[in-house]
């Protein structure tokens, strides 16, 4: 199989605690700092004699940050959920530019579904600890556990108040408007109706690439060991369909909504280190009982994706409508919810992550490189009509 791909709805590996650049201040670790405050200064937006870069190293090193100074450290948010009655949660991370290790600190930002804050909050961490994802169920969110246990996952109500899980060792046969919050290590579906988080049933040791569609239905890449040819399976009901895929192709990522689950399929590469790269879409629209193979066509360049197939990105709008693409682009988005034709979407300003949530798309404007600079555009960008306009979230203000 392909290296793993992090995070339903998929954003992408690095995405999580980027710092912006519109011009790049790597100062080595000899450097003094109050130099490195003056060239952040230069470069990003500081204002009367106190650098971008000063202000946002106190921020990082600050035991109990407000979540105010974290988002605006952050600059755009590093993901995005979306609860089911329209409430965003935006994540915010700073970490230390320089290196990846030292003081870091982590922000939640709740809004309600017509945009107006509800809710923040702060905390000081580590750099490898400097992000917590979230996942959007019908009324609130579920924080995902950090590590390979069930120790650590909580839910934040519509309100912003914390409460507590239950945690089983039993599995869950996946229904209506259970989500799932692990993929891997462990793997963990949550149950809304008495807030349970517990491994979810049905599915073999071999599954990977999971994901859990708003009906309970879950889908997942096989790599059986004792067959030739990986496989796709789909769960619903206890009843299990599989689909036996081309040989040399592997399954980078999958989404999964409104009847509609796509998997990435990627050819193996040739020589040792080659990681492949992505070359069709694998498409069902009823349960796995029939699939299509989309490869690459005047719509749908997918010959244009040229980075590792692990930078895939997948998304699923609620009418079941495909997003494919990349991080940091290109990314095609289907006409209408059988799929049969696509175009490109384009953006205001160049994303750095684009994601399909029930009828909108989230579009986060960043940097891949770290800095105390800011893109253009930077923050996060909504469409709601299939990217034809877009608008800031929330409103004009930006990330304030």
Known sequence: MAPRHQGPGHQGPGHQGRRTATCRVRPALAVPIALVALLGAGCGGGDGNVGRAEKYRKVIE???PRARDVVRAAGAP??????GDGSVLLTYAAQNVEDDEGPAAFAWRLFSPDGKKVAERAEHTRADAATRRFVGTADGFVAAPRG????????LDARGTRHSVRTGDKPLGARRGDVLVSA???????????????????????????????RGVVWAAEQRLT????????????????????????VPVVAADGGTAVFALARHGRGAGEAGRVDGLLISGDDGKSWRTLGSSRDLPLDRLKKDPAMASLGVLADGRVLAGQDGGPYWLADEGRNRSFHEVDGPVAFTSLTARARTLYGIADSATPSYGRVKGEGLWTSRDGGRTWSRFPGDSGTD
Do not use: C, I
């Not at 590093?78 to 609860?83: P, T």
């Not at 599954?207 to 569609?213: N, Y």
């Not at 067959?227 to 592997?250: F, I, N």
């Open 62 to 64: 600050d035991p109990s």
């Open 78 to 83: 590093a993901a995005v959920a979306r609860a």
């Open 184 to 214: 891997l290590e462990p793997t963990l579906v949550y149950r809304p109706s008495s807030r349970t988080l517990a491994p979810v049933a049905g599915l073999s040791d071999e599954a990977l690439e999971l994901a859990v569609d708003s």
């Open 227 to 250: 067959a030739s040819r990986d496989s796709v399976v789909s769960v619903r009901d206890g009843h299990t369909r599989r689909h036996t895929l081309p040989e040399r192709t592997s």
């Open 148 to 155: 390979e246990s069930a120790e650590g996952a909580y839910f």
